[in-house]
């Protein structure tokens, strides 16, 4: 991993991303500190999602320029980890089955230092890695722990995360923010981790969030410290 001097995990400058004539993000211009907690706000088409995957360099922009740990999101792909709400697991396979093949996946057949441990990122989050039942049978809240472990397993500076609590009940939903507020303690040569995440329950991470971020049709309406 690259050791990085930076205070700014991940910053743009006048982003604009069009999908035909919809913008998605217009002008967006903000910081995130690096070691900080933040969050995402705004309702459904905001351009919250949009944001996070331009971070994780998954989506283009049109205008403007974005840097991730000083770099561009390309550059930067391999010390950042991206969750979406969705669970992206094979449901037919055990949790350690589904976080094996995604290791083998991250390290492409070579002893690469890429991908970390599958046991050990399951009982990060919790889990007992010799559960025997398929993931189809977990609770939507042991779905998002594995979720989770599988991008934990890559030991990334930055976390971005899409509605991390999606489908959770509130019991749940608490137990995965301490699961992430321990990540960001956890050693790391590169320097301090930093989570960007979006939700919808901002009564949830607003107490522990070091900065939030509203959005509102695609441009920034606020962004002040927590």
């Not at 050791?3 to 991940?10: D, F, G, N, P, R």
């Not at 900080?36 to 996070?52: I, M, P, Q, R």
Request: with cysteine; charged share 20%; glycine share 10%.
């Amino acid at each position: 991993m690259t050791t990085s001097t930076s205070t700014i995990a991940a910053e743009t400058t006048g982003v604009s991303k069009l999908f035909g004539n919809f913008a998605a993000l217009r002008q967006v211009t903000c910081s995130f500190a690096a070691g900080g907690l933040h969050v995402l706000l705004g309702e459904n088409g905001a351009g919250k999602s949009t944001l996070v995957r331009v971070f994780a360099g998954l989506s283009g922009i049109d205008a403007g320029t974005v840097h991730v740990l000083g770099k561009s999101p390309r550059e930067s792909q391999g010390r950042v980890a991206y969750m979406s709400h969705a669970p992206m697991l094979y449901e037919e396979m055990t949790a350690m089955e589904n976080l094996q093949y995604f290791a083998a996946l991250y390290s492409n057949g070579k002893d690469c230092g890429c991908s970390g441990s599958p046991e050990m990122a399951l009982r990060s989050v919790g889990l007992d890695p010799h559960l025997t039942r398929p993931v189809s049978l977990y609770s939507q809240g042991m779905r998002q722990r594995v979720s989770l472990a599988r991008v934990l397993m890559a030991d990334p500076e930055l976390l971005l995360l899409d509605e991390p609590f999606s489908n959770m009940d509130m019991d749940g939903a608490r137990q995965m923010l301490d699961l992430l507020l321990d990540f960001r303690t956890w050693p790391s040569p590169g320097g301090a981790r930093t989570i960007i995440l979006t939700t919808h329950q901002a009564e949830l991470v607003l107490p522990v969030a070091d900065s939030v971020l509203r959005l509102h049709r695609g441009k920034v309406v606020s962004e002040a410290a927590a």
